[in-house]
């Protein structure tokens, strides 16, 4: 009798140091299942994509320049930037489209004496243009530097909030039409019956704004060269829509 109770504990023993080895180092086994537990709601995603080509374009540019005498600076920036800005209506942009970024003043120090002074100071002032005109924007960017600009930074093109919100609403029905398609799809597939529609989630990438073309031929030094030749191309709206149903 001790024998046999010896010879069980051994064979449970071996047992489990077979388990224990075959899930240590034994071949892994898959397993995959879905469930749906009654009461919850069954989810379905679908995404919706519209190319469109931007109707605006977005120029920084600016004027900078230092001097001894922080007035005679100022006076030189100031009048410089309504040259400026007065050629930039002429080019057809209007008034509410130009929009000041900045107007800096920095005192300039010598740094190099035995006590710091300050040697000059370094005013500057920025403006976004908003160019609807496409047509216009070579113009802006070739005769800019005519007028007092020294700072030009690259053509951004963008939505305008009409089309943006335009474009999103189309993106929007073609993501709830492929998440119904794929609903009723899967439904039919697994052999259930869906209810009605009881949440709706969207999400959208952050920033829709195509990349930027740099401002090209702009220095003093340049204005032989041909004007640039700048494309809009098009830009992409992604929208992921999520919509969850009863399940009878």
């Given at each position: 009798?001790?024998?046999?109770?010896?010879?069980?504990?051994?064979?449970i023993?071996?047992?489990?140091?077979?388990?224990?080895?075959?899930?240590?180092?034994?071949?892994?086994?898959?397993?995959?299942?879905?469930?749906?537990?009654?009461?919850?709601?069954?989810?379905?995603?679908?995404?919706?994509k519209?190319?469109?080509?931007?109707?605006?374009?977005k120029?920084?540019?600016?004027?900078?320049?230092?001097?001894?005498?922080?007035?005679?600076?100022?006076d030189?920036?100031?009048?410089?930037?309504?040259?400026?800005v007065?050629?930039?209506?002429?080019?057809?942009?209007?008034?509410?489209?130009?929009?000041?970024?900045?107007?800096?003043?920095?005192?300039?120090?010598?740094?190099?004496?035995?006590?710091?002074?300050?040697?000059?100071?370094?005013?500057?002032?920025?403006?976004?243009?908003?160019?609807?005109?496409?047509?216009?924007?070579?113009?802006?960017i070739?005769?800019?530097?005519?007028?007092?600009?020294?700072?030009?930074?690259?053509?951004n093109?963008?939505?305008?909030?009409?089309?943006?919100?335009?474009?999103?609403?189309?993106?929007?029905?073609e993501?709830v039409?492929e998440?119904?398609s794929?609903?009723?799809g899967?439904?039919?597939a697994?052999?259930?019956?869906?209810?009605?529609i009881?949440?709706?989630?969207?999400?959208?990438?952050?920033?829709?704004?195509?990349?930027?073309?740099?401002a090209v031929?702009?220095?003093?030094?340049?204005?032989?060269?041909?004007?640039?030749?700048?494309?809009?191309?098009t830009?992409?709206?992604?929208?992921?829509?999520?919509?969850?149903?009863?399940?009878?």
């Open positions: 009798m001790q024998e046999k109770s010896v010879s069980f504990i051994g064979s023993i071996i047992f489990f140091v077979l388990l224990f080895v075959f899930a240590k180092w034994g071949p892994a086994i898959n397993f995959s299942s879905t469930t749906q537990t009654k009461g919850e709601p069954f989810i379905v995603q679908g995404e919706g519209e190319a469109v080509a931007p109707d605006i374009a120029i920084d540019i600016g004027i900078q320049e230092s001097g001894g005498s922080l007035k005679t600076v100022q030189s920036v100031n009048k410089k930037s309504q040259d400026l007065a050629q930039v209506k002429k080019l057809g942009v209007e008034p509410k489209d130009i929009k000041t970024i900045s107007y800096s003043v920095y005192p300039q120090y010598d740094y190099t004496a035995p006590t710091q002074r300050i040697t000059g100071y370094q005013v500057s002032i920025s403006y976004e243009i908003t160019v609807r005109d496409f047509t216009k924007i070579n113009d802006l070739s005769s800019v530097t005519d007028f007092g600009a020294n700072m030009v930074g690259g053509v093109f963008d939505l305008s909030d009409d089309l943006k919100n335009k474009t999103l609403q189309t993106a929007r029905e993501a039409s998440a119904k794929k609903a009723e899967l439904a039919k697994a052999g259930i019956t869906l209810g009605k009881i949440n709706v989630s969207e999400s959208t990438p952050s920033n829709i704004r195509p990349l930027a073309v740099p031929g702009l220095g003093a030094a340049e204005k032989s060269v041909a004007q640039p030749d700048v494309q809009p191309g830009t992409e709206v992604d929208v992921t829509i999520s919509l969850s149903y009863e399940v009878r």
